[in-house]
């Protein structure tokens, strides 16, 4: 089979962590060893734009000269550093002040049409000029379900999306030949606007002509969800229906929280790649997001990428792949797919993320507690012990990381529930043995936040910290309010905990007692955006 000719990897840099130089070179390192010909720096408003001083302001962005320094050395090492920006949504950073006031649409999208936001974008194309010297560039444009429906809808009227999006992407690709840019973007908005909002095959083939997509603009079909061959195969087809090249993106997941999520990638992975291989796709690369805050390690999905790289070259036999792996990285892939554990849910293949949602989960207001069981207490014990094994080699932070976080939800996953039982039964002992519970859990976390932080400093710039600051001070500071609340009650000095004798509701008719979901929202206790 013939394999992929241009692989990469795109590293998020914009969603909290801003990778320090030193920990990207190590990266770029890797990535050489790995067979990786291409690194994309996702940077939203993280790298510096002449004449913006909001741009990337308080974000730890990227000077000129740093980005220069990793183009220099990721060109000895054989790799291409490729600038990720956005040119119409995902700048929630940048839109927050004042200064892009009459730039803004609505949210975090740019408004299209407007003499400002050209001006804008043409500093970006002009930046990434300077820094450097690939003539790719990435230029976003995905998710931008809401554009002309803001400031735009203000100024114009309602007018055909697709038009507005049409006409922006017209201008956008004419500033990236201006500075002799080949540029792709995500191809989703294309088929969200003409098949009902679905990043799918649409039921009837798409009009290129009537999308009027740029002659030098190609299209990225991303996907990270699937495990079907069939799938990948009908939406690379339905992409390149388009008449433009097809570059494709699938994910190495670590955006789900802490712990990443290789399994599910390795098999998601291996059916994308054997279609991009059946279907002769010259151009892929694996996205690396940081989702909400980006609490996982920049070496948590080795597995993930290394066995993406094996498959785009055709190799997909299981036991070749991990002997590579153990040869490359000094640690069997199954010893470092212990990573994954705390979040696995045993007879379920989909992504599920416990792990933070119940480090985060308010111990009274209790909206996730139907979701664990003793048996997930039970687990969170005995993975810590594996995992602290795992903290002496090379890479053995990162298991220290996620040893920490087992050692707290070893205590806090059924915290809530214990409270509300003991609570509700008047049961003294019971109220001594939870209140001793959230005392011991408040020193492990204490213990988890100083240990996240030392992973942190070894890979990050400190800008994206105090997110995590406010986070995880945040919990500490709950747990002990709750405890001393409990420890008054059960002395006679408080009549009641009205939290406590609050019914605790299904998250939906899909979710089940004791099953694990996915939501991976940070919001304060009460609140919860997404779930399934």
Known sequence: MKGIRN???????????????????????????????????????????????????????????????????????????????????????????????????????????????????????????KCFTSRNINVGMDEAHLVGLGQYLDKHGYRNRFEILSEHIARVAEIAAKYGFKPMMWGDMFFRLANNGKYEVPDHPLDPEGLHIPENMRLIYWDYYNENVGHYDGMIKAHRQLGRDTVFAGGAWTWAGFVPHNRFSLRANEAAMRACVDNGVEDAFFTVWKDDGSESSLWSNLPSLWSAAENSRGVFDREEIEAGFHKLFGISMED??????????????????????????????????????????????????????????????????????????????????????????????????????????????????????????????????????????????????????????????????????????????????????????????SMIKSHG
């Open 7 to 129: 692989l990469g990897v795109m590293l998020d840099c914009s969603r909290g962590a801003v990778y320090s130089v030193p920990a990207l070179k190590k990266y770029i390192d890797v990535l050489a060893r790995m067979g990786y010909g291409s690194l994309q720096l996702y940077t939203e408003d993280t790298y510096t734009v002449e004449g913006e001083p909001y741009f990337g302001y308080l974000r730890g962005r990227y000077s000129e000269e740093e980005i220069r320094e990793l183009d220099a050395y990721a060109k000895r090492k054989g790799i291409e550093l490729i600038p990720c920006i956005q040119t119409l949504a995902h700048l929630g950073g940048p839109l927050r002040w004042s200064a892009y006031d009459e730039c803004r649409d609505i949210g975090d999208i740019l408004l299209a049409g407007e003499d400002r936001t050209y001006e804008l974008i043409e500093n970006m194309f002009r930046a990434c000029a």
């Open 336 to 525: 470092f797919l212990l990573l994954d554990e705390p979040d696995r849910e045993q007879d379920s293949d989909s992504v599920r993320n416990i792990t933070k949602y119940m480090l985060y989960s308010d111990p009274f207001l209790g909206i996730f507690d139907r979701t664990v069981s003793s048996e997930k207490e039970e687990l969170f014990a005995r993975l810590r012990v594996k995992l602290e094994e795992q903290a002496k080699g090379k890479y053995g932070y990162v298991f220290r990381t996620i040893a920490a976080l087992c050692a707290v939800l070893e205590t806090k996953c059924l915290l809530g529930v214990r409270a509300r039982e003991a609570y509700l039964s008047g049961d003294k002992g019971k109220l001594a043995d939870v209140i001793a519970r959230f005392k011991e859990t408040e020193k492990r976390m204490l213990v988890f936040a100083r240990v996240f932080e030392a992973q942190w400093d070894k890979e990050c710039k400190p800008f994206g910290f105090e997110k995590h600051d406010i986070r995880l001070g945040g919990i500490q500071k709950r747990l002990a309010h709750c405890r001393r609340r409990l420890e008054l009650y059960a002395a006679g000095k408080l009549s009641g905990i009205p939290e406590l004798e609050e019914e605790i509701l299904p998250l939906s008719k899909e979710t089940e007692d004791g099953r694990s979901i996915y939501s991976n929202d940070w919001f304060n206790g």
